[in-house]
């Protein structure tokens, strides 16, 4: 029982640790060096447990480890990491790696705990998404089932306890407390969660570095980087409208860049003009007469302070003291946003973003040009050869754009010296970048003040939450020309592009995954008594239709036609699953110990037995003599059962048997269960 009793245990501990692991691992703050070393040593240590593999680290080799490390630790936090809390990171999981392989004594045990919970709550300073909430379920789960365990090996390490067999099925029985005690206390603390509401963030949050960042977000935007963004599909941005009919195909600005260098777009550092917001309501400028949209915005933990915005915004909803206007009419905080940004908004579609005049100062800045290829000059003076506005130009160059050039994500195979120049005359493809940059450098040459605009475009609709999902994949550039008596002027010289979108059953349950993740940021990170209030307010509506009006809530028809049609298209594959699951229950148990018996029986064969593994060998006989009409009252001891059969062949097995059977579960004698194993054959034969 001991031996079982401690192999559960270290397991339990390995998963508190694991769950501390992963924790920190999906906040994308450990380096890979330092994952790749601890998922290492919690694998070998998890095949050490198990008996898979055996070998024990000398202590020298540990002793020698630590004191390298020693030496290690000042070129690490003045060369490698160049920081305190990289570098102390470092050492706390290199500390736990050597502790997982070396463990034995209590102290060891306690400290990969301590290790564990110093995972977890590093974690929740460095993430904010749903998968904390999971592996925070998993370390609470790990964390009943290693207090459960120790306290069972404690009770069985006291003197004058007398051992007896292992109870059958311990593994599990520790296993479903375990997960009972677990599920409990997560619901008892989901229940006070949202009843107590928080009024501050998490302590220490500025230690947490900046770890995601895009070209849109930053103030300048290298050629080919909005390429390498939009092949992530990571969610960053959520958008709720509150128009019954919101519009489509949406630009979401994030501000502008007005220098180029010709590889990159940058803006100069820039104070900036502060706005007062006053009563958590800022006021751009008066409403318009034309099309508008409401809508709510909320990100994820992004390395950023811009906000975006549909259009051109009139009013903004925010929960911050200031808001900082740049030169290129974008809007910031002033401040990072490590717990994510979350306002709502109200934006004219008509109206185009900065005053109504250009400042001649203004204007030479947006026609200022890096040495240009000749080629480049040529082929802007012959597409708007003839065109005498600036609009004119500005459409022609757009069209010639999107007509002769192809999208593309795929990489450049080599660093090129020009980058526009090579996408103009030889590669003729690439991605938002490069058709934007080449459109604005044309415009400069032909004398048309121009910029690139950095933001998101479109978005995917989630029918789960209600939300329109903004990807990193939805990262876009694209040109504001100013236009003589219309401002600055938004053009999009970027082709659509020809990939197929396909929806599967992955889609739908993406959105399910995505509308948990909203719930999370929208109900947990930003749950403060306004949210409660309104949480309040719901459940108390939602009472009174469901009293009053439920009969009006069930649809029968519509109901039949959807599961219809559910059952059309994913029946085949779920009554697949439903049988796969019901033989998994009805056979799965029986399937697991008549393995696990066979097991135990070749084990006694060899001659490796153990005290426990005769109360099973005798389980097994009790069995073979009911099938023959001899069952043993509860009441009486083995031997004295062995007394009362009559006098048989079989007697003279049992006899045997049961002597084998003391022999080895209280004389410790691994010998006597081949003996047993000889017996219970015989039996069989009989």
Known sequence: MAASVDRFFELSLLGLVASGYFAVLSSSFLDVPTAVSMAAALLLRTLLVTG???????????????????????????????????????????????????????????????????????????????NFFLFLAFFLLFAVATFAASEVRRSIRKPHIVARSSPKNLHWRLAATSVSLALGILILTVGLFFLLPRTAQAAFRHLAPQRFSVAS????????????????RTAVMHVRFFDEDPPVNLKWRGGALAYFDGGRWYNPSDPGEPLRVVDG?????????????????????????????????????????????????????????????????????????????????????????????RRVIALA???????????????????????????????????????????LFERRAGHCEYF?????????????????????QNGEYNPVSGWVVIRASDAHSWVEAWVPGRGWTT?????????????????????YLDAAETFWQDWVLNYDLDRQLTLAARMENSGRLFGAHWMDRIRLVEWKQTAAAWGKRYGAFAAIIAI?????????????????????????????????????LYARLLALLKRKGYQKPAWITPLEFARLLPPSETATLVASFTAAYNDLRFGGNPAAASRMVEALDALERL
């Not at 977000?217 to 992530?232: C, I, K, P, S, T």
């Not at 302070?305 to 009419?329: C, Q």
């Not at 065109?387 to 080599?414: H, M, V």
């Not at 934007?436 to 998101?456: C, D, E, K, N």
Request: proline residues 7%.
């Open 281 to 373: 309501l800022l006021a751009f400028g008066e409403r318009t007469q034309g099309p508008g949209i409401r809508y709510e915005v909320q990100f994820s933990s992004l390395a950023s302070d811009t906000l975006f915005f549909a259009g051109t915004p009139l009013m903004l909803r925010i929960n911050s003291p200031i808001v900082i206007r740049t030169a290129t009419d974008g809007y910031r905080l002033g401040y990072g946003a490590p717990g994510g940004l979350h306002y709502g908004a109200y934006s004219a579609l008509n109206l185009p973003p900065g005053p109504k005049f250009l400042r001649e100062e203004e204007r030479t800045q947006y026609l200022l040009l890096p040495p240009v290829d």
């Open 381 to 423: 003076r012959k597409i708007t050869e003839g065109l005498p506005t600036a609009e004119a130009r500005a459409r022609a160059i757009e069209s010639y754009l999107r007509r002769n050039y192809r999208y593309s994500l795929d990489p450049l195979p080599r660093e090129v010296p020009d980058p526009l120049a090579h996408f």
């Open 580 to 616: 796969l699951a019901f033989a998994i229950w009805k056979y799965g148990p029986g399937v697991w110990m008549w393995s696990q018996t066979l097991a135990r029986v070749r084990r006694a064969q060899r001659g490796a037995a153990r005290a426990s593994d005769a109360t099973l």
């Open 436 to 456: 934007a940059s080449a459109m604005a450098v044309m415009l400069r040459i032909v004398y048309v003040p121009a910029r690139v605009a950095t933001g998101f």
């Open 217 to 232: 977000f930053a103030h300048e935007m290298v050629l080919g980087d909005v390429g390498e963004l939009q092949r992530r």
């Open 52 to 130: 898979v593999i055996r070998f024990e680290i000398p202590a020298r080799w540990v002793t020698a480890a630590a004191l390298a490390y020693i030496g290690f630790y000042p070129l690490d936090y003045f060369f490698v990491s160049k920081g305190f809390l990289p570098a102390t990171v470092h050492l706390i999981f290199f500390l736990a790696v050597v502790k997982i392989l070396t463990a034995r004594l209590a102290r060891d045990y306690v400290f990969l705990a301590v290790v564990a919970f110093l995972q977890l709550l590093a974690a929740a300073l460095l993430s904010s998404s749903l």
């Open 491 to 511: 053009f999009d010289p970027t082709p659509p592009d020809s990939r197929p979108s396909t929806t599967s059953v992955w889609t739908h349950l993406g959105y």
